[in-house]
């Protein structure tokens, strides 16, 4: 089954933060809400409009606890925003949006919120349900973030697993199963192109 990996359109990401994505055989599901720079879909779909990969997956459980200071907290947030967060919390932590966006898609109406290091969406409601940042300012506890290398994040992110599935590359931590949370590092010639948290949706 085609999965759906849909982000809303940014400038520069597949389908929700830049152009179109390409629809890529992957496996079956629907995650977060954001756009990705492969413009292939993973395997779950996350966010609005076109059917491209998208990666929602929902803060529910902390696959490793990571430091107070981390930034990209594996299977919890990005950037001071965490999974489930409300739009007010949101800009409480992180200030006005640089750009929202809102839309509808398959699943339902969402609004996007971006912001010079994370774009967070909220597919469906007034909670967050996916993030994704490109910033290289952005990174885990043991310094994993955009521009690592695939050796580095297998290195330093406990149970990560990473495949090639219709020539998207990626590795990522969750399951991906509706309702289910996934960090996912999307690869680009070798090294962290952008990183996901999210629920996965379909």
């Not at 931590?173 to 996901?196: A, E, N």
Request: net charge positive; with cysteine; charged share 25%.
């Amino acid at each position: 089954m085609a999965a759906r990996f849909w982000f809303s359109p940014f400038p520069g990401g597949p389908a929700a933060l830049g152009p179109v994505w390409e629809e890529a055989d992957l496996s079956a599901l629907t995650v977060g809400c954001l756009v990705d720079e492969t413009r292939v879909r993973p395997r779950a779909s996350i966010c609005p409009v076109r059917r491209v990969p998208a990666l929602a997956v929902v803060a529910v459980t902390l696959a490793a606890a990571a430091p107070v200071d981390a930034r990209i907290l594996v299977q919890r947030g990005i950037a001071g925003v965490e999974l489930r967060m409300t739009k007010a919390q949101v800009r409480s932590n992180l200030g006005t949006p640089t750009r929202i966006r809102s839309g509808r898609n398959e699943f339902g109406r969402y609004v996007e919120f971006v912001y010079p290091r994370v774009t967070v969406s909220f597919q469906g409601g007034a909670r967050a349900t996916g993030l994704r940042t490109r910033s290289r300012l952005e990174r885990t506890g043991r310094g994993i973030g955009v521009g690592s290398t695939e050796a580095e994040v297998k290195a330093k992110v406990a149970d990560v697993r990473c495949r090639t599935e219709s020539g998207f590359r990626h590795c990522f931590l969750g399951r991906f199963l509706p309702g289910r949370v996934i960090t996912d590092f999307h690869i680009r010639r070798g090294r962290v192109s952008s990183v996901v948290v999210g629920f996965v949706l379909d």
